[in-house]
């Protein structure tokens, strides 16, 4: 018999350790964080104990996970408020700027909008056809160290110190807008980092925008 046999056998005949307990007791193996032998029961105990460590701390950091995503959730529930009760474009645009910077700490952030219904100093200078393009793009925000297409020219003097970038795109029936943001910090926008609450946000932005937008 092979090890991978007797695994098997003892799984198939949980009672042989019921039936063999005197020789189970007898059975010494090699300490797992020593040179000793202990007895197998001691052994199932420090795997126990060791399965209970791994336990706590993956619980440990579920909850670490569950008290972030609960401000973030409440930094996005104060940005739906400030967007959905704005008065007007203008306040749309500087409730979105405003609640991005001051509450979600990025310090960079710039709202274009190429709508038919936008107007024409509602966002600060046209985006180019490359940036339009590039936003009609995005199936998801993107997350990155580089500024895409002709984008580095929305942010003006701070372009050059800037080293992550999110973008997420505005959409009604077709892209009418993009939502830019960046940093200083490389590791404060990230490809792999998740971007479900960038979506909800640009969903909500996109919703509020159009109000002013599009005739009722």
Avoid at 36 to 60: C, H, N, P, V, W
Wanted: hydrophobic fraction near 45%; glycine fraction near 6%; charge should be negative.
């Amino acid at each position: 018999m092979n090890p991978s046999d007797v695994a098997a056998y003892l799984k198939e005949h949980p009672d042989f350790f019921e039936n063999y307990a005197d020789v189970v007791a007898d059975v010494m193996i090699p300490h797992p964080h020593g040179g000793r032998a202990i007895s197998i029961s001691e052994r199932q105990i420090l795997t126990l104990r060791d399965r209970a460590k791994q336990l706590e701390a993956k619980m440990g950091e579920l909850i670490q996970f569950g008290e972030e995503n609960d401000v973030i959730s409440e930094k996005v529930h104060r940005l739906t408020l400030a967007l959905v009760t704005a008065r007007d474009l203008p306040a749309l645009m500087h409730a979105a700027a405003f609640n991005l910077r001051e509450d979600f700490a990025v310090p960079h952030v710039e709202l274009r909008l190429w709508h038919p219904g936008a107007p024409a100093d509602s966002s600060g200078p046209l985006a180019s056809e490359a940036t339009q393009a590039f936003a009609g793009s995005l199936s998801h925000p993107h997350c990155g160290p580089l500024a895409m297409a002709d984008t580095a020219g929305l942010f003006g003097e701070a372009a050059p110190l800037l080293k992550s970038f999110a973008y997420v795109a505005l959409r009604g029936k077709e892209t009418f807008g993009l939502l830019a943001l960046a940093s200083e910090d490389a590791q404060r926008f990230y490809p792999e980092m998740g971007t479900l609450y960038l979506t909800r946000i640009g969903e909500t932005a996109a919703a509020c925008l159009l109000r002013f937008l599009e005739p009722a």
